[in-house]
């Protein structure tokens, strides 16, 4: 069965952090990538970052790296996303999602497959 539920979105002020949960079904983890996307009103959807869940090689997009980081733990099934120094800019409504796996899984959304149906992250100045 098909399942991603995301947790531990909420509200933040600027310089803020935040640690992003998706648990996913076994089934949905053994995919291999695992990856991390927003979208903020009006806007289009943008890959955050991806790990590759059987060798923990992780991805990130340009606009957040060295501030977010994408981690796992294959116990729980879970990916985490650890978001630092928000800015207004990161809010968005934060999604996981789950692909097939590839060494280096992509931050680009129309790889993935099975989506959860988000977390809101909202950031305020």
């Known amino acids: 069965q098909v399942q991603l539920v995301e947790s531990g979105g909420g509200s933040v002020q600027a310089g803020g952090s935040l640690r992003l949960s998706c648990a996913a079904s076994?089934?949905?983890?053994?995919?291999?990538?695992m990856g991390w996307f927003r979208q903020a009103p009006g806007k289009e959807r943008e890959g955050v970052a991806a790990?590759?869940?059987?060798?923990?090689?992780?991805n990130y997009a340009d606009s957040v790296k060295g501030r977010f980081t994408i981690s796992q733990d294959n116990a729980k099934n879970t990916v985490y996303l650890q978001m630092s120094s928000l800015t207004p800019e990161d809010t968005a409504m934060y999604y996981c999602?789950?692909?097939?796996?590839?060494?280096?899984?992509?931050?680009?959304?129309?790889?993935?497959?099975?989506w959860g149906q988000g977390t809101q992250v909202t950031v305020s100045s």
């Open positions: 999602a789950a692909a097939p796996g590839m060494a280096l899984c992509p931050v680009v959304g129309s790889a993935y497959n099975y």
């Open positions: 790990i590759y869940t059987r060798g923990n090689i992780t």
């Open positions: 076994e089934y949905t983890y053994s995919r291999s990538c």
